[in-house]
């Protein structure tokens, strides 16, 4: 049979003298919190209303300032080009020049903006779902040309 510790006066003020002073205490939640925030945290673009050529050139630009800045995560919301009057024109692929599907591409095709990527890969919903992409890029510190 075991017996039971009682709890003495000394451990008694022990627990009070702990629970007054708790700054010595390494709260590592918090810690891990902080870092997890600091490395997920993301860029954003917006290109409604740019044309091709102009949603092109921004989005070469923002890939590279934000891979030089340190970023992992970027956001680009292209929208989903259900306003494009490109379903008009019977001369145009609908799939080709909407910023959409065209983005995308543009960035596997371009060997400077690949290279720094690890992967392209459709939004959450709460980010645009459809109309917008996440760009995961490499690390800056372990990236070498």
């Known amino acids: 049979m075991k017996k039971k510790y009682s709890v003495t006066n000394q451990d008694k ?4 003298n702990f629970i ?3 700054s010595p205490v390494y709260d590592k939640d918090n ?12 860029r954003k673009l917006d290109l409604h209303g740019f044309s091709l050529s102009e949603a092109n050139k921004m989005v070469e630009k923002f890939i590279i300032e934000s891979f030089k800045e340190g970023y992992r995560k970027l956001l680009i919301v292209t929208g989903k080009g259900s306003r494009s009057k490109i379903s008009e024109d019977p001369y145009r692929s609908e799939k080709m020049n909407v910023l959409k599907y065209s983005v995308p591409e543009y960035i ?7 290279k720094k990527i690890t992967k392209i890969s459709k939004s959450s919903l709460e980010d ?3 109309g917008a992409i996440y ?6 510190v372990k990236f070498k040309e």
């Open 13 to 16: 003020k022990d627990w009070v």
């Open 108 to 114: 596997i095709n371009n060997e400077n903006l690949s």
């Open 128 to 130: 645009g779902g459809e």
């Open 20 to 22: 007054k002073d708790l």
């Open 135 to 140: 760009i995961f890029l490499k690390n800056i």
């Open 31 to 42: 810690h891990f919190t902080k870092k997890s925030i600091s490395l997920n945290k993301m």
